[in-house]
């Protein structure tokens, strides 16, 4: 039994459990089982708490911090080039936000801060302040912001009702406690202050249900729950902005706040959240299957993200898995998880089967066109059947 991390419910039973290791979103494993619970009554789902969570942040937890776009790029153009995922959040956000000139804005979860310094870039007159739980990410601010408009580990008690927005992206997933997290929030905002927040949205990508640090895996519903007892007003939920997550703007509000209890919503989204467990469930039980089927043939992978990690760690034991395949062009020539990471044009002809490791929603699209996978002979697996 567990209670919910947004409405306290009380919530009796996982609805997806695997044993040791969990996976979490730095790609690393950890020696903890994997825990998947849904909230019946705000439509909320949430993973089990992490041991040592700040230490884990501290000292752990670094993204991006060895290079400015390792893995960040997150699609690419129609004329082949990269987007960049600061850049595109930096352009939601002056869209989403529509900033007063001057306006006084922190980045709070920060990391290096690149979305916010781009955001500044474009927009000289905003006055950046930045803050997260690490002091490793000091020199990254360094330069663009002054001193005093720095902060880690705390949040100086002179930053209550300071600013006129605050963003945070990809934090809210990872706190033990959404609502007290977005009060923090508010309390740092002037009145009618907004907050812009993104975070996965675990029904557009299903591997987000079992990352061990993420938390929180919002539907909707749970997150407009989520920002009504905080003491916020939503203003918007996009999903469309950014490809599997939403960004959600919300003012700060002076009025107490109304707990609107859609409950049709809230029932849909408890439905698509065991849904998305009972997925993990068989294809947890299908990869151990194909793991056994093509027991000490030669296998490549491909996706060396989130699901072909999870794969890897399904499969390892039994086939004789050689490489990781994968399209971003800034990963092909590294090594993850003791294996090299090639272009799929460079799939040697030897190899008896792929594991495809892609967002199961998008995984038949993406390897349909690419010869070198469709040849006579080669086996793909599918995580989905
Ligand atoms: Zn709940």
């Known amino acids: 039994m567990t209670a919910c991390r947004v409405c306290g419910s009380h919530i009796a039973k996982a609805s997806y459990e695997a044993s040791a290791p969990a996976l979490t979103s730095m790609m690393a494993f950890i020696d903890i089982p994997t825990l998947a619970y849904v909230c019946d009554d705000c439509g909320h789902a949430q993973g089990a708490d992490l041991p040592d969570l700040e230490t884990f942040y501290d000292t752990t937890y670094r993204i991006s911090l060895e290079s400015d776009d390792h893995d960040q790029i997150f699609a690419m153009a129609a004329d082949g080039t990269p987007i960049y995922r600061t850049d595109h959040q930096a352009a939601i956000g002056l869209r989403l936000l529509d900033l007063p000139q001057g306006a006084s804005i922190l980045d709070y979860g920060a990391g290096k801060a690149t979305t916010l310094r781009k955001m500044c870039t474009a927009r000289p007159d905003l006055h950046p302040h930045v803050f997260d739980v690490s002091r490793d990410y000091m020199p990254a601010w360094d330069g663009w912001v002054t001193g005093e408009d720095q902060a880690t580990y705390t949040v100086p008690e002179a930053w209550a009702g300071r600013f006129d927005a605050i963003i945070s992206h990809f934090v809210i997933e990872h706190v033990v406690d959404p609502v007290s997290f977005l009060k923090t929030l508010r309390a740092l905002l002037t009145p009618?202050?907004?907050a812009l927040l993104s975070m996965p949205?675990?029904?557009?990508?299903?591997?987000?249900m079992t990352v061990a640090d993420h938390l929180n895996h919002f539907s909707r519903a749970s997150l407009k729950r989520a920002f009504q007892l905080s003491g916020f007003a939503l203003e918007t939920i996009d999903g469309d902005a950014f490809p599997g997550a939403f960004f959600a703007i919300a003012i700060r509000s002076e009025e107490p706040v109304a707990i609107d209890r859609n409950g049709q919503e809230i029932s849909v989204a408890a439905a698509k959240a065991k849904e998305i467990c009972t997925f993990w469930k068989q294809a947890t039980k299908r990869l151990d299957g194909a793991a056994k089927q093509f027991s000490g043939k030669r296998a490549a992978v491909y996706g060396s993200g989130f699901y072909g990690s999870w794969i890897c760690s399904r499969i390892e034991a039994d086939v004789d898995f050689?490489?990781?395949l994968d399209q971003n062009p800034k990963l092909q020539g590294s090594t993850h998880l003791n294996r090299p990471v090639l272009?799929?044009?460079?799939?040697?002809?030897?190899?008896?089967?792929?594991?495809?490791?892609l967002n199961p929603l998008k995984a038949r699209t993406a390897i349909?066109?690419?010869?070198?996978?469709?040849?006579?002979?080669?086996?793909?697996v599918w995580i989905d059947g």
């Open 192 to 194: 009618g202050g907004r």
């Open 201 to 208: 949205d675990v029904a557009a990508n299903p591997g987000d």
């Open 322 to 324: 050689r490489v990781f």
């Open 343 to 357: 272009a799929p044009a460079n799939l040697d002809d030897n190899v008896d089967v792929v594991f495809v490791g």
């Open 368 to 380: 349909a066109g690419q010869a070198v996978l469709n040849r006579p002979g080669l086996d793909l």
